[in-house]
């Protein structure tokens, strides 16, 4: 702990990352490194990262990289591990995500999904890709809910602003006011999601009601009035087929925004659903309810923009991003190169 500001020393603090990403153009202008953090305080139905849920380490294994050596079973303190018909089986009740495992795998069949980092070590990972951020790139910080893990997540953004770094802020606003403002001053920008307007259907899809999210977004849109940092704020609305894929779900979220935002939304994106997640499930031995779900075509895409636009919101904020079903083929639309990922 610092004395002079009661802040925890640099040097104690840990935070777990599940996947630094590079080259991304989905989280934030221009080139971009994400971070993307464990542990979320939502549980949506469509998750896409279901291995970014819980904050601990967890296993999963790849099937095709097997060579059925069996080191793995020798290794594992606990148990957990059995060789069936079927390949490599995880206890999960048993496996306490040590990665003893895992460092053994000659093929790398086996991999533990998330690992600590202390500050200054994921600093110096992450600005060795600053050559390609430009103008406009940068690093975002994501989950998972990055926002539940606030003293990391500020102090590692503070010394990224420290050396001129564009960062940005990926949240569902899942979280305490006082995370936030660990958070906020070190922001250049907050990718906030409003997944669902109304309170009743957006606890059934996600876990949770919205009605801190959307009073931490009145917070968030105040004290961009208010500070130097963040100066930006952009929504992102999740396009779920059977869910959110309504019009008056995307006008309601459009008439909030216009009413109670003061115009400090600068964009936003309505990102299409995706299916490529299907194996992080099997892989991970959970049910997906989206496993059958097809994507969205462009038709309706382009019909929820036209909600969004005359919702009330200057209709120049609107965007649509994602990977579209056109004549029984699943390819990219919108305004964005296609994506593999969801809000």
């Known amino acids: 702990m610092n004395p002079m500001t009661r802040e925890p020393s640099i040097t104690a603090l840990t935070g777990t990352i599940l996947e630094i990403q590079r080259m991304s153009t989905e989280d934030g202008p221009g080139l971009r490194t994400t971070v993307f953090f464990k542990g979320c305080s939502l549980r949506c139905l469509w998750c896409h990262n279901p291995e970014s849920l819980e904050m601990k380490p967890q296993l999963h294994w790849l099937e095709p990289r097997c060579i059925g050596c069996r080191l793995c079973l020798e290794v594992c303190p606990n148990g957990a591990l059995a060789f069936t018909d079927r390949g490599i089986v995880i206890d999960r009740a048993v496996c306490r995500g040590c990665g003893a495992c895992a460092g053994e795998c000659p093929s790398t069949a086996l991999e533990l999904l998330g690992r600590s980092w202390t500050v200054e070590a994921l600093v110096a990972e992450v600005i060795k890709d600053a050559a390609y951020f430009g103008e406009h790139g940068g690093i975002t910080v994501s989950g998972g809910e990055a926002a539940l893990q606030a003293p990391f997540v500020s102090a590692f953004l503070k010394e990224l602003k420290g050396r001129g770094i564009h960062t940005a802020l990926d949240t569902s606003g899942q979280c305490s006011r006082g995370y936030l403002d660990m958070i906020l001053p070190y922001a250049d920008l907050v990718l906030y999601d409003i997944k669902e307007i109304d309170p009743i259907r957006h606890k059934q899809f996600t876990g949770s009601g919205n009605e801190l999210i959307l009073e931490n977004l009145l917070h968030v849109a105040g004290y961009i009035g208010t500070h130097v940092l963040p100066r930006e704020l952009w929504i992102r609305t999740p396009v779920i087929p059977g869910a959110t894929d309504l019009e008056e779900t995307i006008a309601g979220i459009g008439a909030f925004i216009a009413d109670n935002l003061g115009g400090r939304v600068s964009r936003w994106e309505l990102c299409a ?42 209709p120049a904020i609107v965007q649509w991003n994602g990977s579209t079903e056109m004549d029984g083929t699943e390819k990219g639309g919108g305004n964005k190169k296609p994506t593999t990922r969801v809000c």
């Open 273 to 314: 659903f995706n299916n490529l997640c299907r194996d992080k499930y099997r892989r991970l031995g959970m049910d997906w309810a989206y496993k059958e779900a097809r994507l969205l075509d462009r038709d309706t895409m382009e019909r929820l923009a036209g909600a969004a636009r005359s919702s009330g919101v200057d």
